[in-house]
């Protein structure tokens, strides 16, 4: 439903509810999500695209007084396509890293996402190439996100290195500069299943504020996505490696984003896999439609001694009613820094409560 200004011009966004469930912490809430903008613009040539998110006063951030007290962009990004194959993308961007876009089929996304690999938007360059069956991208990005507005230091969409705030214990001041990135990737026929897999890489320079000096954050990934009919599978394993020059504790980094910051352990391998299963047809006079089903699971195994292992499984659907676009999950989570009351600002780093923990969360959105 987004409204076509011109030929080459569309404007839309979305408004979204949410309603979460969670009898152990006494939560049970159904008010606003969020509000979005969108702009996309595309020509023979030349190609952009605007998102600009805003939160406020609603769980969970009930401790705001307005809509719009939290708000950042999740991308803005001019490019150009030099032919049907090539473009290049510049601005705030989603680094080519791993699964894409998502790792998985799920809405509350996995344990990727908090620790900085999965849906993360850099300023930078992204050159992007399909020569047959090979995707190659790759990019430079010089610096996260700007920030947005909120109460905390971690003002952005996505989960990116920050400078802690003075509630986060171990906290660190690192600023991650000159991220370069390579995915490369093929697709095959396996079988039955029409299938991807693929490589990512990822280096960039952690600038510690208080010591200036300079670490490094290295991290690689092997991912695969297949599809055979209406069944879907994903599977990831991924190397996360810092080695941040904190005047303190060098086995964490601080994170942040959605308002908040939180430790991540430095060192660390991430496993995801997804299966998914479509639902053809429309339901209910036509009323229902696009119907998947899907598990998911994620960990974080870390290095560190005596760090705890975070997990986060999802068990969920999604589907179209009429115009709106709900997804509903029944979530568990162990040393989850986002399920279950496991402490926010450590369960990714040290770890937290140590025992798993579950909600349940429906998303219901107007696109338009």
């Known amino acids: 439903m987004a409204i076509q200004v011109t030929d080459n011009l569309d404007l839309g966004g979305a408004i979204r509810a949410r309603w979460d469930y969670?009898?152990?912490?006494?939560?049970?809430?159904?008010?606003?999500?969020?509000?979005?903008?969108?702009?996309?613009?595309?020509?023979?040539?030349?190609?952009?695209?605007?998102?600009y998110r805003f939160y406020g006063r609603a769980y969970p951030y009930q401790y705001t007084n307005h809509v719009g007290a939290v708000q950042f962009a999740e991308s803005a990004w001019v490019g150009y396509k030099?032919?049907?194959?090539?473009?290049?993308?510049?601005g705030l961007n989603q680094v080519p890293f791993g699964l894409q876009p998502y790792f998985g089929s799920t809405f509350y996304e996995t344990l990727g996402n908090v620790a900085g690999l999965e849906d993360v938007e850099q300023v930078g360059v992204k050159y992007i190439q399909q020569s047959g069956d090979w995707n190659i991208q790759t990019g430079y990005y010089l610096r996260p996100a700007w920030q947005g507005k909120g109460t905390s230091k971690g003002d952005t969409y996505s989960s990116v290195v920050s400078n802690a705030d003075s509630y986060v214990?171990?906290?660190?001041?690192?600023?991650?500069?000159?991220?370069?990135?390579?995915?490369?990737?093929?697709?095959?026929?396996?079988?039955?299943?029409?299938?991807?897999?693929g490589i990512s890489g990822l280096t960039s320079t952690l600038k510690n504020r208080d010591t200036e000096e300079d670490g490094r954050r290295n991290d690689i990934a092997l991912h695969y996505k297949g599809k055979n009919g209406p069944w879907g599978v994903q599977l990831q394993a991924a190397r996360q490696q810092m080695s941040p020059r904190n005047p303190g504790n060098t086995d964490l980094v601080t994170f942040g984003g959605y308002d908040g910051t939180y430790?991540?352990?430095?060192?660390?391998?991430?496993y995801v896999a997804d299966l998914s299963y479509d639902i053809q047809g429309k339901?209910?006079?036509?009323?229902?439609?696009?119907?998947?089903?899907?598990?998911?699971?994620?960990?974080?195994?870390k290095s560190g001694d005596d760090f705890k292992t975070s997990q986060r499984a999802i068990f969920g659907t999604s589907f179209s009613v009429g115009k709106f676009y709900i997804a509903s999950e029944w979530i568990f989570g162990k040393n989850d820094p986002f399920i279950g009351g496991s402490s926010y600002t450590q369960s990714l780093g040290a770890g937290g409560s140590?025992?798993?923990e579950n909600q349940l969360y429906t998303n219901i959105g107007f696109y338009f």
């Open 82 to 90: 030099f032919n049907s194959n090539q473009q290049v993308q510049v």
């Open 283 to 301: 339901y209910l006079a036509d009323l229902i439609s696009g119907i998947t089903v899907y598990a998911n699971y994620s960990g974080f195994e």
């Open 169 to 197: 214990a171990d906290g660190s001041n690192n600023q991650e500069r000159n991220t370069v990135v390579l995915r490369i990737a093929k697709a095959m026929d396996l079988g039955n299943w029409k299938s991807e897999v």
């Open 354 to 356: 140590n025992q798993w």
């Open 263 to 270: 430790n991540v352990a430095a060192r660390g391998n991430l």
């Open 22 to 51: 969670d009898p152990d912490r006494d939560i049970q809430k159904f008010n606003f999500d969020t509000a979005f903008l969108t702009a996309k613009y595309t020509s023979d040539t030349w190609i952009a695209a605007a998102k």
